[in-house]
């Protein structure tokens, strides 16, 4: 028979367990999707996955704000692995908290950002007109 304490932990680790999974299942397809959208968005094509993405990046915040309480439960409880149960759930939340900052810098570029630094169409306009005075013509002599 089994006493109500260690009853109580397994099925807190399992549920940390089960909420933990779907965050790395979370964070999967966020990687996957801003992958997808920063290829699209570099051929000249609209993103697609932007609101999909942030939902998993809201769900996943929400089940790691779940799993701190849980993680304190463990640790109450005296759960033998609870820092490294610790550890594994800030090192989710990190990479959560990366790709929102991705998600972030991805999807809400500024007009300017994404413009190029140099200003291509002036410089051949002006390499042309230059070419065309018949400079060249002038200079080489047959």
């Not at 779940?66 to 993680?71: A, F, K, P, Q």
């Not at 809400?108 to 413009?115: E, F, K, Y």
């Not at 190029?116 to 400079?135: C, H, L, M, R």
Request: aromatic share 6%.
């Amino acid at each position: 028979m089994t006493s109500a304490p260690s009853t109580g932990l397994a099925a807190l680790i399992e549920k940390l367990q089960k909420n933990a999974d779907k965050v790395a299942k979370n964070i999967y397809e966020i990687e996957a999707n801003l992958n997808k959208d920063v290829s699209k968005i570099n051929m000249g094509k609209q993103p697609l996955y932007q609101d999909d993405t942030n939902k998993l990046i809201l769900n996943s915040l929400e089940l790691l704000n779940g799993l701190d309480d849980g993680v304190v439960n463990t640790k109450r409880l005296q759960h033998p692995q609870a820092e490294i149960i610790d550890k594994d759930m800030k090192q989710l939340r990190e990479r959560v908290m990366k790709f929102k900052e991705d998600h972030d810098h991805i999807y809400h570029l500024t007009r300017s950002d994404a413009r190029p630094s140099i200003n291509w169409g002036k410089i051949i306009d002006e390499k042309t007109v230059f070419t065309q005075a018949d400079y060249f013509c002038k200079r080489l002599r047959f």
